[in-house]
């Protein structure tokens, strides 16, 4: 049968010696190194032929993955388009390179509708000749969110303080998160008595380490190394309001998977990125503009509705997939092929 090749393009680092359990342990991964071969690109030669086809996952293996399909003669190579990729950097070389691997020869798979969406109005890559072509030649997928076993009303009625999540990302290839604005909004929602009662404030997803930033009127956020997969459906848990937010077409997951956790989630809008949009993921979704005043109007609403536990459980039953067979089923796999042979 067909072998599937996972091919690295960056210099390698020393890896761990159980780098591929850590791999492992993640869902649906149990059985990866049995189906995929693992081949490290810049330190060793490798060959291919023009019966190969070739995936890039990235702006940057977009280059290698038209260099390969050009020297074999093959098809357009596929392009599985996580993000709009020239946003995430600021305006210069990056967001060039990036933004012009959209004009190389391929054919799409968008991480979600809402992003396909955004490159069908702009017209850019497969929608470069007009959204008919570029519907011909892609599809979009759902991600895979962390499942989180649905709380009723009963179980978000909790003792003690309520507790607000906010996915902070202070690293400088993590903007598009927008740490300072969500640390300003907080800080101006405490101020402005938005959290009345008694509130914990922790920030996760840092790669950086701990830490803990003042947000005024006694309250302090804590910043959380990030932590595995396994226990981070149950800190989505022990928490009720989250916030979560993204400068991109994409809605990101975090927010979808707060929400599915029961959570009031304040996220921000971005062009087709709407509010009614993300509310029709779930109506947990609280989606803002981006900017101070309006993401800290969404926090008070958020920290008000937090007693509403009805509400709260019904919302977790987010319209969105929490597994890969789902994700990427059997249909999506036959429409695929005829994508790829277009």
């Not at 010696?17 to 490798?46: H, K, M, N, P, T």
């Not at 599985?80 to 004009?103: K, V, W």
């Not at 509130?199 to 701990?210: K, L, P, Q």
């Not at 009127?217 to 932590?227: F, G, P, Q, Y």
Request: glycine share 8%.
């Amino acid at each position: 049968g067909d072998v599937l090749r996972a091919v690295t393009t960056d210099a390698s680092v020393a890896m761990p010696r159980e780098w591929e359990e850590r791999i492992s342990a993640f869902r649906g991964l149990g059985s990866l190194f049995e189906q995929v071969e693992f081949a490290f690109g810049r330190e060793a030669g490798l060959e291919v032929s023009p019966a190969d086809r070739f995936i890039a996952t990235t702006w940057w293996t977009a280059y290698s993955a038209r260099a390969a399909a050009e020297a074999t003669g093959g098809a357009p190579f596929l392009y599985l388009i996580q993000e709009c990729e020239p946003l995430t950097f600021p305006m210069g070389t990056y967001a060039a390179l990036a933004r012009d691997s959209y004009r190389f020869p391929h054919r799409a798979l968008f991480s979600s509708e809402l992003l396909r969406e955004y490159f069908r109005r702009h017209r850019i890559g497969v929608f470069a000749d007009g959204g008919d072509a570029g519907d011909a030649r892609s599809l979009s997928f759902q991600n895979a969110i962390t499942p989180v076993p649905r709380p009723s009303a009963a179980d978000l009625d909790r003792s003690g303080p309520r507790r607000l999540l906010f996915y902070a990302r202070p690293e400088t290839h993590a903007q598009r998160n927008m740490f300072e604005l969500g640390v300003l909004a907080l800080a101006e929602a405490v101020n402005a008595g938005a959290f009345a009662g008694e509130w914990t404030f922790t920030g996760i997803g840092s790669v950086e380490g701990a830490g803990s930033i003042a947000l005024g009127a006694d309250a302090t956020l804590e910043l959380l190394r990030r932590d595995n997969q396994s226990s981070y459906a149950e800190i989505l848990r022990r928490h009720d309001v989250g916030l979560a937010l993204m400068l991109t077409p994409h809605p990101s997951l975090v927010p979808i998977e707060m929400a599915s956790a029961g959570m009031v989630t304040v996220t921000n809008t971005f062009e087709n990125k709407t509010g009614a949009a993300l509310a029709a993921i779930s109506p947990n979704i609280i989606a803002a503009e981006p900017g101070l005043d309006a993401i800290v109007g969404a926090l008070a609403e958020a920290a008000a509705a937090t007693g509403n536990h009805d509400r709260r459980a019904s919302g977790s039953a987010v319209e969105w997939s929490t597994d890969w067979e789902t994700s990427l089923s059997d249909e999506l796999m036959l429409e695929l092929d005829r994508v790829r042979a277009s």
